[in-house]
């Protein structure tokens, strides 16, 4: 990971939740990013990599379905069936669904990414593939999006979003990773990922 200063932007959310002045949640579109026919351009994305030192700490669900360690320090929202860790534009939501068959990557390519992208402002698209992690295979999928406009700065940042879909009969679980474009953040967001387990 690039272990440069990092000067990270003021402001309150990240791109999944957008916390307004009075700590409510903004509505979401797919993912929580901003919808189309937002009049603000984003501005120049700002610096967000993760630092070297960041520590993690283990989150498990409610109702007990999974484990997974998060960025410590990072502000915790719940909206639905999501838990939604953010810090400035780097945000982690995990959210659970009912998921009858094994996701694939066929399934996110043709069905899921459309929706997506219909739903997402400035959205571009980016890989869907099948990639490994140390509970088993899972379903990723790549794009860029604009943030929620910031409700403090007003400002908005192009983010660069992985998703990954993990998977036991009947329960899916989908860890939704976002940062600033041009942010290295590799090394932490395998770290949350790779910690993912499924509990009895």
Known sequence: MNRRTVILALGGAGILVSTVACGQIAPEAADGVAPPGSAQ?????????????????????????YSVTVP???SRAVTGSATVFTDKF???RIETKAQPGTPTVADAQATELPVIARQAQG?????????????????????????RIDAVTGKS???????????????EV??????PVGADNVDPWRTVTDSFQWRP
């Open 123 to 147: 959205f571009k698209p980016g890989k869907v593939s099948g990639e490994q992690r140390k509970t088993g295979p899972v379903v990723l999928l790549t794009y860029q999006a604009d943030s």
């Open 157 to 171: 940042v192009p983010q660069q979003v992985e998703r990954y879909e993990f998977w036991r009969p009947a329960t």
């Open 41 to 65: 351009r984003p501005e120049t994305n700002p610096a967000g990599d993760i630092p070297d030192n960041q520590a993690f700490v283990p989150f498990t669900a409610a109702d007990g379905t």
């Open 90 to 92: 780097n945000s982690v």
């Open 174 to 179: 989908m860890i939704t990773l976002s940062s």
């Open 72 to 74: 410590e320090g990072w």
